[in-house]
């Protein structure tokens, strides 16, 4: 656990002085607050004395108490501004970070779970700097301070109320860890609940459907009452803790009535030392009652940091070392030599020496079942994995010897999954450079087809995509992907089977619209249509990570191959190929 | 004030919205307005309906709940009792041997001497025992106060919560198709939660209260006018909290804000990791971030200054307050005009007396909390957005031949473009019709006007002859069996989500119907066969697989007709074949309507319908719509033209 703790000092390094700072004034906080209690006694034998002047007694309390306001500000505020910044650090680190990843880390990971590293883990961090650090540090004074106060007015009543305190405080530290372990339940049942809910709202037509209302209204009936059990329990425990512990400390408190009480009767101490007792037994047991809270979250703190590091620790993904001796823009000429890849802890290949040369300006069409390889193919034109070095080659380079970003700029690939921000259509559509203007876009939305779409919306480019804006279709996401391929004008643009929400007639469009437009550049696409491939120069067929076909529609349909089974098959849709 | 009363009215307005039966006004629709189920409601501080709602629900739990408030009150005399024995008792009584004390000692003082003097012991003795008993019934009875309070609490919003879920659940397709799930779903969930938190503090309120007026009794009957000059600080601290409160709402606010777009942005920027990185987008994005990591900082640290100065003003009120005792008290304690147990007593009582105000101060957030999560849950239970159910629904015969009519049926979601236009079809028992259209022509629409997942008034459906709408929802619903494109899977085994609870599928018919639609094949291969936990969205199924599951489904079902959307999503030509013959079995011997985008389903189909704007554009056999050089024609020659 601590060696996970120490970790945190390499972002909080940088506020150590404003921590130190905290936690002095803290100290000091604590040594006024004892005063308060000391000048009590002081007003109360002056009292008991038949002195009614008092002016001394009150003027050092409000003294007291006057110092203290401001010192216990100025730590709180330093030390919780410190663990803010800390927070905030990490925020910073943590997101560059991600961005560095890919597809292997995410698949091994989930967003889910990263944005519980970004929201939990990073939250914990900073209660741990912000009330963990400050309550220990700070309980501790206040303990230590009470008992020597309580020393300097009378050891003997003082070693007499030590006995119980090991009982006291392994109460409290047992009954506040049973309380973070309950109210972990609590969240996990909740969320548990939560999932349930939204998994029923989402699928609410299917019920309805199904006639399932009834027989999910008791499933929740169960979870909600699991809920609601640990929620008592929860409860429970806190009630008893609250009844358990000062029953506890009652046992201190009757040594004082009792023992300090014959103490004053023999004139051993005076009234005001007894009084005095009993607010400083409160004062030292008083952190017992977080001790539990402050070990649980220390414990989950250490948890949470290694769960952030873990993540920071990973270098980027993909290593941009471009060798300089490439040329700023690309022609468009692929070289795969005998290319053979497999993802990390795949037994097969998915890639499995593949030799293909694609002219600059080639139309090249890539068609296979699903899990042949021609994804990942795609991917590795623009490094979304990485090849052995020397079998992928742009102009006659290795793609690892351009930088990252211009491989990027001019390969453009346009994914199977249609993704949209939640934000106009017009900022989807330019998002790898928001200057574009408006005449490259509403070209490409000619090309995508999607110029229809776009008039058909009120706010036109300005649309919102997502919750708060217009909900879009399979399609028309897919030519707003598409869109943002086409008004790149990459040298090479790669489509991952981006048709398939769009149908025939508008695929057919589009597909004529692009041969035009990219005439002179080069084009690979994905897709399951024969429809769709006929139309490039060449089509490569893919099994299992191996080129099993290569050649012109016509060529291919000749030699009765795969292709023309599957030409067949999709012209005739009849099954006993 | 005036703020809760518009709230009123508008709960009124809700409750006085008729309930209908029967037949739908179409004046209903045109008048619902869906955005209000997201809108920000009232907002009002204190609505007592509203409260008073809420207590309705704790009703069954009533007497639990008087149990809970008399112990309450037990348990605040007890925790008086404990500094009166040690200041009254002890101090005046036994150490001070005063004649009489000011202070009321609840006959404490008889007791301690009567207990001395039965057990022959010194009242110091008799004052702990006493002590002592006084401890252990206050842990007892504070105890048992709050697990009946807790315990008739957490019964009446589980049963709140199942009630709004209940009602959620039964909501019609017009509701889910204009609300987001997650605002709906947050109010089953935070929403009941934030009630939770607003009864537990009402818990804590009264914990809090209680003592504090039994403590402010003594002190009055001790010192007036001392009394008087402690509560001079209250308006004091109320007021302060009054300000620190309105200061920081607005400032929690932001604070909230500007943390859950900090989020909601990273969680964008994961998801569409790729299109990021492949627009290298990654130094923008980052700086992006970091402008609103900065907006989330400096909220906080406006909130954090606020906070820090008023949690050091209150902890320092208590202790200022000692320095006013001994001040007031030193002169009257000398002359004897109240005793030092009495000023003592004041001391001891100081936690009791401002502890109440701070309380409130942190509870009010949760009140406003509450209340508005309030008003989003009674607004969801008041929805009654619903599907007309005939008064006297009639009865199906045990097995229907399944002929549908559709006789000029127009619909329209809203009161401008209808999206099914005057459509009148007959379709015969057995008869197999695949529906055409481009997307948006209306073929779901069509389909689920057939399911009576809406209303309609426009036109009539038959069902062998009998009105659609005399027939219950549920009743047709078990003969109509639907497969939408967004098969969902239910949490539960393969099993479960074949027989859908229904005990008259046994394991042996779900075998038997996954066999008949191919899907035998890829379950026996999953891990626990058809025991297999499947996933909430099915992740580790395929969309094949997941096809052939929702077909298996229907078939065990056996309804005596199929409505199917066909999905459209690029499957592997090997599954593509499983799914057809599937299809094939499936729809032997049922009336099928199926929204179709593959040519086998089209071509074997007994009928097409060309539906294009809402209206039957052509319907035919196959070689029929190909000799009309229509819609279909051209649709057809475009995928398969030859070379």
Redesign the interface.
Known sequence: MWKSLWRLREVAGKYALMLGFGILCFLGARIFEAQVPLYLKEGIDRMAAGNADVSWPVIAIMGAVFARFFIVSAARYAVRQAALRIAFDLRQQLFSSLQGQGQAFYNRYGIGDMMTRAVSDISLIQRLFSMGSILLVILLFATIVGFYYMLQLSPELTLLILPPMPFVFWYAWYSSREMGVTSLVVQERMSQMSEQVQENLSGIRTIQAMVQEDNEVQRFAATNQLYANAFFEQARINSLMMAVMPSMVAICTITILGYGGNMVLEGKITIGTFVAFFTYVGMVVQPFRVAGFIVNLFQRAAVASNRVYEVLDLAPEHADNPSGATQALLGGEIELKNLTYSYPGATTPSLNGIDLHIQAGETVAIMGRVGSGKTTLLRQLVRLTDAPAGTVLIDEHDVSDYPLAQLRAQVALVPQDSFLFAETLQHNMTYDDPSRGLEAIWQAADAADLRRTLEGFPDGLDTLVGERGVTLSGGQKQRTTLARGLVRHAPILLLDDCFASVDTATEEHILRHLSQLRSTQTTLLVSHRVSTARHADRIVVLEEGRIKECGSHAELLASGGVYADLERIQREGTGDA | MSKTTTSAVAEKKLEQTPVKHDQPAASEKAARDHSMFDAELSGAVLNMTLLGRILGWMKPYKYMFALSALLVLLWSTLSVMLPV??SVV??DH???QEAESMAPDFGLIELTDWIALSLNT?P??A??LL??VV??L???V??AH??TL??SV??G??DL??DL??H??????SF?DRV???R??TR??NDI?AL?ELL?GIGSLIGEFVPFFVALAIMLSIDPLLTGYLLLAMPVMAFVTYLFRRATRELFRKVRMSLSS??QY?????????????????ET??AH??DI??E??RW??KS??L???Y???N??MG??A??VI??Y???E???NEIT?GG??LF??FIDMLFHPIVALGEQTNILFRAMASGERIFQALDWDEKIHEPAQPTQLPARLAGSIEFRELSFRYDADIPVIDNVSVHIKAGEKLAIVG???SGKSTLIRLL?R?YDFADGKIFLDGIDLNQIHS?DL??RVG?V?QD?????GSVYDNIA??NASISKERAIAAAKTVNAHGFVSALPAGYDTELS?RGQNL?QGQRQLLAFA?VLA?DPEILVLDEA???????TE?LI??ALDKLTTGRTSIIIAH???TI?EADRIMVFKDGRIAELGTHAELLAEQGIYK??HE???QE?
């Not at chain 2, 959620?168 to 397709?173: A, F």
């Not at chain 2, 098969?487 to 949490?491: E, L, P, R, V």
């Not at chain 2, 459209?568 to 090997?574: G, K, L, R, V």
Request: charge should be neutral; glycine fraction near 6%; charged fraction near 20%.
């Open positions: 024995i040690i002890v101090v036994i150490i001070r010194s110091i003795v004052a702990c002590y002592a401890q252990l206050w842990g007892i504070g105890h709050r697990q807790i315990a957490i019964n919003l589980r919560r199942l879920f209940q959620l659940e039964t909501r019609p397709s889910y987001a799930v997650g709906v779903m089953v969930t939660e939770y537990r900090l989020n990273m969680q964008e920027n994961l998801a569409g990791l790729q299109v990021v990185q492949l627009s290298g987008r990654e994005n980052l971030y970091e990591n900065w989330n900082r906080e640290t954090m200054r906070e820090t100065f949690g050091a003003f902890d320092s202790s200022i000692i320095g001994i001040w008290a030193a002169p304690v000398v002359q030092l000023a003592i001391t001891r481009p997307t948006g399911g997942f549920h619903r078990r639907v939408l098969f969902h899977i239910f949490s859908l609870g909430e395929s489904r079902a459209t999503a690029s499957i592997d030509t090997e074949l057809q013959d593959r040519l086998q071509q051209e649709l475009l995928q398969f070379v």
